[in-house]
T-cell receptor, first 117, second 113 residues
Framework: AQTVTQSQPEMSVQEAETVTLSCTYD???????LFWYKQPPSRQMILVIR????KQQNATENRFSVNFQKAAKSFSLKISDSQLGDAAMYFC??????????????WGLGTSLAVNP | DGGITQSPKYLFRKEGQNVTLSCEQN?????MYWYRQDPGQGLRLIYY???????QKGDIAEGYSVSREKKESFPLTVTSAQKNPTAFYLC????????????FGPGTRLTVT
């Protein structure tokens, strides 16, 4: 069974600095998708970035980028120029490409990110 | 504005009562999902539906029931059989079961005493 591990329960960063959140996963599949979601204090889950496993190029969305290492099964999120509004729980999630009728997301336990002014 | 609405944001019930959580979406998405979130745990899938009049159990379906009579709506009933119902409940939808992203509603915090 697939698992997702976020080894950093809490992290902090100074405003305007860069921070990297770690995520590793375990799978025997070759095709899958990886996601980072953000959950701010409002608790609404917001998609930050998506990576397709077949793509070698790392996904980027403005200040957010990933370092996808398929062989190492690692999917870290880098936040550049951190802003106060980036303070949130960040969840890493995995989804199989071929899973019949159930393409459910498998979630990590999250990393709580604090941004210090 | 397109999106997912969940109501109410906070819900209080007495033990032994069934309670229904609302989830509505106007994104024209086929698939909808219910998750439960507890402190220190990741999201856990309760039920999902890929199409109207069809739904499947997730990982923790015991004590819950759902219906999908309309594409826009996927209500979740927390029954008295659910042993520990106090939690934060999130509803999500996606374009289809083969689509990539799930989009989430704002959630409902249910407290049962």
């Amino acid at each position: 069974a697939q698992t997702v591990t976020q080894s950093q329960p809490e992290m902090s960063v100074q405003e305007a600095e860069t921070v990297t959140l770690s995520c590793t996963y375990d799978t025997s599949e070759s095709d899958y998708y990886l996601f980072w979601y953000k959950q701010p204090p409002s608790r609404q889950m917001i998609l930050v970035i998506r990576q397709e496993a077949y793509k070698q190029q790392n996904a980027t969305e403005n200040r957010f980028s990933v370092n996808f290492q398929k062989a190492a099964k690692s999917f870290s999120l880098k936040i550049s120029d951190s802003q106060l509004g980036d303070a949130a729980m960040y969840f890493c999630a995995y989804r199989r490409e071929y899973a019949g009728n159930n393409r459910k997301l498998i979630w990590g336990l999250g990393t709580s990110l604090a941004v210090n002014p | 504005d397109g999106g997912i609405t969940q109501s109410p944001k906070y819900l209080f019930r007495k033990e032994g009562q069934n309670v229904t959580l609302s989830c509505e979406q106007n994104l024209n998405h086929d698939a909808m999902y219910w998750y439960r979130q507890d402190p220190g745990q990741g999201l856990r899938l309760i039920y999902y539906s890929q199409i109207v009049n069809d739904f499947q159990k997730g990982d923790i379906a015991e004590g819950y029931s759902v219906s999908r009579e309309k594409k826009e709506s996927f209500p979740l009933t927390v029954t008295s059989a659910q042993k520990n119902p106090t939690a934060f409940y999130l509803c999500a939808s996606s374009i289809g079961s083969g689509a990539y992203e799930q989009y989430f509603g704002p959630g409902t915090r249910l407290t049962v005493t």
